[in-house]
């Protein structure tokens, strides 16, 4: 498949970064100085939404022309030889032709309705609750007794206590989720922390190994949450397809790592 035409940033137009075969031949819309411009180009940069929408295609075009005529003089005044703008180029290139071949790889990954049923049945009874909950944010994981008394106060004198303190090492924020969202979205360690606290309890310390900080939750309240099982089954689908193709993803990247001699020059 023919990989398309971008633009990087406002001045310059890249140059055709794959070459593939065509069935037929390109539809030109516009010529600026011997460029021939394509519905394709144009279509590609049309957002989702307007692609019926012939003004909004016709100012694309507009400024596409534009964009030409920029890159055309940066051309001939000799700014192709600059080395910044060789490894920007370089960097737009690698990174769109990746993410075109990941999006190729990612393309068919699906969930099944057998498998989707199967992930409801198991789940469901997650989505008929919501917790109310204040989360505090914090670094020194010395000070965690002090945060833990600090909670045990209501929610207007947490967050009035917590303001006095510098924000860099310690944040309060509330969080109000169904049970099944955080399931899935948060995990299952998450997941089994909060489901276990009884209303007013608050957590052990939860390592965020991302940040370097650490959590206490606090759950204020929780409720039946009525979600129908049409929106349940879309968010499961959607997070299902995510999770398989970030697994894929990361197959791909494993298996290319042991095709491909990977090296990294230090001391530079």
Do not use: W
Request: proline share 3%; net charge neutral; glycine share 4%.
């Amino acid at each position: 498949m023919c990989l398309k035409k971008i633009s990087l940033g406002v001045v310059l137009t890249l140059l055709v970064l794959a070459s593939c075969k065509k069935t037929e031949k390109a539809n030109v819309v516009a010529t600026v100085d011997g460029i021939n411009i394509t519905a394709q180009e144009i279509e590609i940069q049309v957002p989702e939404g307007f692609k019926g929408d012939q003004r909004v295609r016709d100012e694309i075009l507009k400024q596409y022309m534009n964009e030409i005529l920029l890159y055309k003089a940066a051309v001939d005044e000799g700014l192709m030889k600059n080395e910044d703008l060789k490894a920007q180029i370089n960097v737009t290139k690698v990174k769109v032709v990746s993410q075109y071949y990941l999006n190729e790889k990612l393309s068919g990954v699906q969930v099944s309705e057998e498998e989707l049923n199967r992930e409801l049945q198991a789940t469901r009874p997650y989505f008929a609750q919501k917790v109310d909950m204040v989360v505090l944010y914090y670094s020194d994981s010395s000070k965690t007794a002090q945060y833990r008394a600090l909670l045990l106060n209501t929610y207007p004198t947490i967050v009035s206590e917590v303001n006095k303190l510098n924000p860099q090492e310690v944040q309060v924020a509330p969080l109000s989720e169904n049970l099944g969202v955080i399931y899935y979205s948060y995990g299952k360690e998450l997941f089994d922390i909060i489901s276990s606290l009884k209303i007013g309890e608050i957590s052990n310390p939860i390592p965020l190994s991302s940040s370097g900080y650490f959590a206490l939750i606090k759950v204020l309240s929780t409720s039946r949450d009525t979600v129908k099982e049409d929106e349940i089954k879309q968010f499961l689908n959607r997070t299902l397809v995510t999770l398989r193709q970030n697994s894929t993803r990361d197959s791909i990247i494993t298996a290319l790592q042991n095709k491909y001699k990977v090296t990294e020059v230090t001391g530079k």
